[in-house]
């Protein structure tokens, strides 16, 4: 069969790889793809909001399949663009992916169907969210509404910092339309943890569990990232937490977007918080993580492509879920500065370590091809995943592994996955 991935990151080179390993897939095409996916998959130059272009290269090329990975075009609609060509696709309609395009509606569907998360209220006005602030207690999280690229949540340590940020948010507009509504929530503390899982509608599959690491400093210091490194599992995700999790928070969500006529198919990534009153939803996604992707799929044993349709198919609980009892960690590779400013178009050596080797992957993120080879061109470079028996053996591999890399600025944190040699 012929697929088409949507997207152009490290979480769909790891997809990428994936889909490359099913016997089905004879033919693989990414848009706009990078360097490295370039190297497994025939990249187009199609950007991931050029609905019109995507289907008609779909319809073109009489694609069997197509994967839409990232969140503004699932948000945006482009699976009900693609659906009403005819075309087969992986990724929920927009009626679903709200769950991640609206804070505000995900937060009230948790409330309606009694789904853990924090206490919150929603605000159309700046007036309104003040006054509330007046009266609450701090830190207190504020969060943007829509879509502002992982970045619309701030944590507010104290009324002027709170009302600083409503400011920021509603009127001066600093995410966009994305701040025209504001939710205010309760802070909570605990260990983060990222669950991705396979849904068809009505059946949902967990894969293993994955902990990212946000900020860009040793020590979670620094500004927040898409994601400096992920391990996977989390040693702190408990067979108790899970039957906890899957009883009153995963088929739960399923069932209430299906009962709301919002049925879901697709990957729900439910981002955790396990306090000491239990899990608590803090957010949801409608979509593959990144870079917790990088992490779980390289240990999951199944024909993604199997598991891909039996999601559009509806056939979910046919599928034997599978991962392999052992760990892995990515360490992402960055340009000195991100995500602030930071200079591109750097020469990266070393690339071909990686070819043949089962327990060890190069995901490119911001990564092109030019006169000179292969290059530097965004501020997350590459991410370098390896596997081990155990989180430790696996970390140990992946930082050997991204000593085999090299590019002028290369950047990287020394403690993905550290905390949990200590416990
Ligand atoms: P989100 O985009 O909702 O995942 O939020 C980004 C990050 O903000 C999360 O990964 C948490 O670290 C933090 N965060 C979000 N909501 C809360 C909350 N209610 N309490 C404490 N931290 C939070
Ligand atoms: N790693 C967090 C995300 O993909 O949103």
New binding site residues.
Partial sequence: MKVLIVGGGGREHAIAVSVSKSERVEQLYCAPGNAGIGQIAQCVPIGVMEFDKIAAFAKEKEIDLVIVAPDDPLVGGLTDVLEKEGLRVFGPRKNAAIIEGSKAFSKELMKKYHIPT?EYETFDSAEKACEYLERASFPI?L?ADGLAL?KG?L?CQDLQEAKDGVKAIMLDKQFGSAGNRLVI?????GR?VSVLSFVDGKTIKTMTSAQDH?RAGDGDTGLNTGGMGTFSPSPFYTEEIDAFCRKYIYQPTVDALACEGREFKGVIFF?L?LTEKGPRV??YNARFGDPETQVVLPRMKNDIIQVMEACIDGKLDEIDLQFEDNAAVCVVLASKGYPAAYEKGFVINGLERFDGQDSYFCFHAGTKESEMGIVTSGGRVLGITAKGKDLKEARANAYAAAKWVSFENKYMRYDIGKAIDES
């Fill in positions: 924090a999280v969060k992982g949540v944590i929530e309760e802070f909570l503390t983060e946000k981002g918080m803090l957010e």
